[in-house]
C-alpha cells in the first residue's frame, strides 16, 4: 500500500487559490487511478477528482472548470489546483487511490472565508 502525505492547505478569501499537494511513498501513477477527496463539516467523504494511470480525468460536478488534478511521476506527486474557491468547498481534503483502499492520511485542511 502506498503512503501519501497531503499539504498545502490554508485559510484564504473567496475567489482566491491553493495548491495541494500529495507526497507519494514510491512510484504510483504508473499503475493506480488516485484521487482528492474532501469531507466538509457534517459531510460524507466524497471523490472531488481523479486521475487515471492513462491520464483520464474526471471531476465533480461542483468543481468542474475550478480544480484541476494533475501529477509530476518523477517526484511521485500529485496536486489539485483550485481557483475560484468558494466557502462551499471548505473541507479536509485528502488523497488516495482511487477506489480508495481503508487507510486514509490526515488530509489538509481548506477553509474559504473573509
Known amino acids: 500500500q502506498v503512503q501519501v502525505v497531503e499539504s498545502g492547505g490554508g485559510l484564504v478569501p473567496p475567489g482566491g487559490s491553493l495548491r495541494l499537494s500529495c507526497a507519494a511513498s514510491?512510484?504510483?501513477?504508473?499503475?493506480?487511478?488516485m484521487g482528492w477527496y474532501r469531507q466538509a463539516p457534517g459531510k460524507q467523504r466524497e471523490l472531488v477528482a481523479r486521475l487515471g494511470w492513462n491520464g483520464n480525468t474526471v471531476y465533480a460536478d461542483s468543481v468542474k472548470a475550478r480544480f484541476t488534478i494533475s501529477r509530476d511521476n518523477a517526484k511521485n506527486t500529485l496536486y489539485l489546483q483550485m481557483n475560484s474557491l468558494q466557502p462551499e468547498d471548505t473541507a479536509v481534503y485528502f488523497c488516495?487511490?482511487?477506489?480508495?483502499?481503508?487507510?486514509w492520511g490526515q488530509g489538509t485542511r481548506v477553509t474559504v472565508a473573509s
Open positions: 488516495n487511490e482511487y477506489p480508495p483502499p481503508l487507510n
Open positions: 514510491r512510484n504510483i501513477f504508473n499503475y493506480n487511478t
